[in-house]
């Protein structure tokens, strides 16, 4: 939809390699890959746009999520 593609033009506009859309219907993710130079700046442009962040890393373990 609209949102998501402004999304993905937002991101890569401030330093994004690269995104993919994950999941389907009401609710899903858009995974971003970025330089950490670029990481900070973003989240806050994404955040202007209303989405909702979360971090991940990843490791030659698999995905783990931190605990709060």
């Known amino acids: 939809n609209k949102h998501i593609n402004n999304a993905i ?24 890959v970025a330089k950490n130079e670029f ?4 989240e ?7 989405f909702n962040l979360e971090r991940i890393n990843i490791i030659d373990q698999g995905l783990k999520f931190k605990t709060k």
Request: net charge positive; aromatic share 2%; hydrophobic share 45%.
């Open 39 to 42: 990481k900070r700046n973003i």
């Open 9 to 32: 033009i937002v991101a890569k506009n401030n330093g994004a390699i690269g995104c993919k859309v994950l999941g389907a219907g009401k609710s899903g993710y858009l995974l971003v």
């Open 44 to 50: 806050a442009k994404l955040k202007k746009i209303n």
